[in-house]
């Protein structure tokens, strides 16, 4: 991997070159603003402790609730409508 140095001017390298990894797989780092009394909270709540974990299982969350409220409104919406007629129903179960 290069140094941070080697790695000035070439914009690929560089993106290597400030990267983490996290379960072994190779992360950008990102430099971002928080407010210390949000970021305590969310603590509280995750059951986090660090930073890093804080946000990771926050947008973790975040895309959890989303996607279960995509499913709401799919099921809401008569997703599950071919599952009454036992004909449609048969052909999903093949």
Do not use: C, N
């Not at 000035?8 to 971002?32: E, F, H, M, N």
């Not at 509280?44 to 975040?62: F, I, K, M, Y």
């Not at 959890?64 to 499913?71: T, V």
């Amino acid at each position: 991997m290069l140094s941070a140095i080697d790695a000035i001017g070439r914009s690929s390298d560089i993106y290597l070159a400030v990267s983490a990894y996290i379960r072994g797989v190779a992360v950008p780092k990102r430099l971002i603003d928080l407010d210390d009394d949000l970021l305590k909270e969310a603590q509280r709540e995750l059951g986090t402790t660090g930073v890093s974990d804080t946000v990771r299982a926050a947008l973790q969350q975040a895309a959890a609730a989303a996607a279960r409220a995509r499913q709401v409104q799919w099921l809401t919406s008569g997703g599950l409508g071919e599952m009454a007629d036992p004909e449609q129903r048969d052909q999903v179960w093949r």
